[in-house]
């Protein structure tokens, strides 16, 4: 299983932009980097995925580096519902996802 | 649509006894996971099921049976529970195989304590 290495916690000011990092030095050329979050109490929930190029959705940004071993979630301006546990996860081309321990983000009001 | 549900919410029980945990989703998903997370963890894959008929094994799947019994339902079962098991269920699907490497949407959980 492909394994990613996050940031335990991290924190950010109200508004301002927050980078969330994801190291995965050994991923494989077939695997997809996904980034989802957990909101307390809540079941996870997908926030955006990428192969190669960097990817935009109204939630979110993904910066995948040029040699895929490290990504970058952005969250352009940060709000108090941001505050969230962060996983980044390798998807193979199978069925399976593997959730790592994520970073958990505090946003300062 | 109410997407993926799961029930019961809340579940107590004593070392040895049974119960399943009920899982339904109504966006014809074709896969279906049963993930625990326990306390400051993240979620790990107990079992999943790709496809209707078919079930496969996760990481952590002893003490666990699960059956798909439709399209629509994939229920968990403990035959006799374990203080170890006391965590929080998570139940999730997706479109499944050959329909793209799309999202994962997941249910709102099932609290379960073995005392």
């Known amino acids: 299983d492909a394994k990613t290495t996050q940031p335990n916690s991290m924190e950010s000011n109200e508004e301002e932009p927050v980078h969330l990092p994801c190291n995965h030095s050994?991923?494989?050329?077939?695997?997809?980097i996904h980034w989802y979050r957990q909101l307390p109490s809540q079941g996870p929930e997908y926030v955006i995925h990428g192969l190669t190029s960097n990817v935009n959705n109204r939630m979110a940004s993904l910066a995948i580096a040029e040699d895929r071993k490290s990504s970058t979630l952005i969250l352009h301006r940060a709000t108090l519902r941001d505050a969230a546990v962060y996983y980044c996860i390798l998807r193979p081309t199978g069925n399976q996802f593997y959730f790592g321990t994520g970073t958990s983000l505090t946003v300062i009001p | 649509n109410a997407g993926v549900t799961q029930t019961p919410k809340f579940q107590v029980l004593k070392t040895g006894q049974s119960m399943t945990l009920q899982c339904a989703q109504d966006m014809n998903h074709n896969s279906m996971y049963w993930y625990r997370q326990d306390p400051g963890m993240g979620l790990r894959l107990i079992y999943y099921?790709?496809?209707?008929?078919?079930?496969d094994k996760g990481e952590v799947p002893n003490g666990y049976n699960v059956s798909r019994l439709n399209k629509r339902e994939f229920s968990l079962r403990l035959e006799s529970a374990a203080p170890s098991q006391t965590s929080v269920y998570f139940c999730?699907?997706?479109?499944?195989?050959?329909?793209?490497?799309?999202?994962?949407?997941f249910g709102p959980g099932t609290r379960l304590t073995v005392l």
């Open positions: 999730a699907s997706t479109k499944g195989p050959g329909q793209g490497l799309n999202e994962q949407f």
């Open positions: 050994t991923i494989s050329g077939t695997d997809y």
């Open positions: 099921s790709a496809s209707e008929g078919t079930t």
